[in-house]
């Protein structure tokens, strides 16, 4: 056998092409054969599950509710006969109230079927199968049991069954006309492998497969072994295509790897279309800015895509131009932002070809220099008021004030005053500015809130007490601690509570509660007071936003206080909101985590 195998390589081919076959041919038959008796069983099963819903339908339910297993079994025998299989009525806690292959005699003996997996299933409520050894026949049977309901209770179950011999005579026979086709298959298999592999000679399969690799991407592919005649002549040629190839695309390969990985990883928007208008490439950063799917995109035109007028007027001004072109556009989903233009002509060999667009993301530059021309704006005009007032008072003294001790003293008293607010305003940016550059990063402990709140309400007791406002503390001592930096959760319940009583109207009150609520501590402050428009509360957390201006820095309120509490709160992983009816009054509800222990 191997010196005949080592003659030929045609032989060889013959020989694996038909012991594959053959595999194959052996594999399907048996699937095969496993898919006919799973089909067989299939529909057995089925057949089984419908005498067992009609016997279940045809059953009377007032044998199950009464437990007549006489009426029961004697039933069974009946509708056994007529359905061809075995039937089994079964009470819920598992009892056999009837069964056909059973004697009358017999049945108390019978074992609890509770535990049987179709029954089970049925007591659930569902319809179940199952195959097993029958310990009361010693047969494989295919079961199938359904509950019995009534009045919406479940009051038993109904099991039907048959033995699988019919099905593993039908399977038996499928087998043997399987095993005979299949031989016959095989033999007329091995004529047809000997045929086909004896026409192919070496030299032009090994350059046909060649060229095939080659023709899949495989610019490796090589002949080998050829020789020197007209075979080896062309299979020389064929390697030196397939090296300039294989070099050539490397390079190409090489350069588009460049180009995608510098796109995909460029932090700015991208997008490059033909002179016609119609996208090339889109990056990942534009992708994600607009929402589209760059496979998608390529072949539309861009305003198709994109959907913003001011960039395809931009990348029109630029093919008709065909000059470079900067411009400032703003896209407003899913939020505002502002971009820098920066719109390119692309050449190819000295011919124009399309333009090419970057944008880069200036939001939060134009965002930082908004704030910092508000915060200047603020700022200014908070510490006008103050510093006039002092100028007028100090001007008046000049001329001649100062002799007047009433007088003196009142100006001496406001000037002051004036100077309090103003050292306040400063206290609080530098707190505000410590908190939002990090150096005043919570230091995280178990702190008591009802402990801070008493601290707090002792301190806002006089004040309280001028105002005619009540305060008082709903918290549970036996609250979880928070993890929290104690000095920077009283500045918040600080600015919160002053303002609660500071805003509210006289007779008053200010409640103050607190609980759990998933890994966190809800606290709710809770005042009487006029209530904030619905227009500010978006806004009671900015700087030097007031709701009721004039009022406020009479309070000598310095509008940053709630704009602090919103800091703090975010640099502990809370949350703060607030909620608000006119006439009624308002309701801060502030978010703090639990302490959580290092080893936890």
Do not use: C
């Amino acid at each position: 056998m191997a010196g005949w195998l080592s003659r030929s390589f045609h032989r060889k081919l013959a020989l694996a092409i038909f012991l594959i076959t053959a595999l194959g041919i052996a594999i399907t038959s048996f699937v095969v054969g496993r898919a006919a008796r799973a089909a067989l069983e299939s529909e057995l099963s089925d057949s089984l599950t419908t005498t067992a819903s009609i016997v279940n339908a045809e059953v009377d339910k007032a044998l199950f509710l009464g437990r007549k297993s006489n009426e029961l079994h004697a039933r069974s025998h009946f509708l056994a006969e007529a359905s061809g299989g075995r039937i089994t009525f079964i009470a819920p806690d598992g009892t056999v109230l009837g069964d056909s292959f059973v004697p009358a005699g017999q049945l108390s003996r019978m074992d609890n079927h509770a535990d049987r997996p179709e029954v089970r299933a049925a007591l659930e409520g569902r319809h179940g199968g199952s195959v097993r050894l029958s310990k009361t026949t010693g047969e494989r049977l295919l079961y199938s049991a359904v509950p019995a309901i009534s009045d919406g209770q479940l009051i038993g179950v109904v099991r039907a069954s048959v033995p699988l011999r019919d099905v593993e005579k039908k399977i038996a026979r499928i087998q043997r006309r399987t095993a005979f086709s299949t031989l016959a298959v095989i033999a007329f298999l091995l004529v047809i492998a000997l045929v086909t592999a004896s026409s192919f000679s070496r030299p032009v399969r090994e350059m046909s497969d060649v060229a095939r690799r080659l023709a899949a991407g495989d610019y490796a592919a090589r002949v080998q072994g050829f020789e020197p005649d007209e075979h080896g002549k062309l299979g020389s040629t064929l390697n030196l295509l397939a090296e300039r190839v294989q070099s050539k695309i490397q390079e190409l390969s090489h350069d588009k790897a460049q180009l995608a990985a510098i796109l995909s990883n460029m932090t700015e928007a991208v997008v490059a279309v033909d002179s016609a208008g119609r996208i090339l490439i889109v990056n990942n950063a534009l992708s994600r800015m607009f929402a589209v799917e760059a496979g998608a995109a390529v072949g539309k035109m861009l305003l198709e895509v994109l959907r913003h007028n001011p960039l395809d007027e931009l990348v029109r001004k630029v093919i008709a131009s065909r000059s470079p072109a900067v411009d400032e556009i703003r896209t407003f989903t899913p939020e505002e932002r502002v971009f820098e233009a920066q719109a390119v002509p692309l050449t190819e060999e000295g011919r124009f070809t399309g333009a090419l667009v970057v944008l880069h993301d200036i939001t939060r530059l134009r965002r930082l220099e908004q704030v910092r021309r508000d915060f200047v704006a603020n700022v200014s005009h908070e510490l006008r008021t103050p510093l006039a007032s002092i100028k007028g008072f100090a001007e008046t003294l000049e001329m001649g004030a100062v002799d007047d001790a009433k007088i003196r003293g009142e100006f001496l008293s406001a000037i002051q005053n004036q100077a309090d607010r103003m050292t306040a305003l400063v206290e609080d940016l530098l707190d505000l500015t410590a908190i939002e550059s990090g150096q005043r990063d919570p230091i995280r402990q178990p702190v008591s809130l009802r402990e801070v709140l008493d601290d707090v309400a002792l301190g806002l007791r006089p004040l309280a007490f001028r105002r005619k406002v009540s305060l008082s503390l709903s918290v549970s001592p036996d609250l979880p601690s928070l993890g929290a930096d104690r000095g920077q959760v009283r500045q918040v319940f600080v600015n919160l509570l002053e303002n609660a009583v500071k805003f509210n109207r006289e007779g008053g009150t200010v409640s103050v509660d607190g609980q759990i609520a998933g890994d966190m501590i809800e606290v709710r402050v809770v005042d009487t007071g006029l209530g904030i428009p619905a227009q500010d509360l978006p806004r009671v957390f900015e700087r030097f936003y007031r709701v009721d201006k004039a009022r406020s820095r009479d309070m000598g309120g310095t509008g940053l206080g709630l704009s602090i509490v919103k800091h703090i709160v975010e640099a502990h992983g809370g949350t703060v909101s607030a909620d608000s009816t006119i006439g009624k009054g308002t309701t801060f509800l502030v978010r703090l985590p639990l302490y959580k222990p290092a080893s936890a």
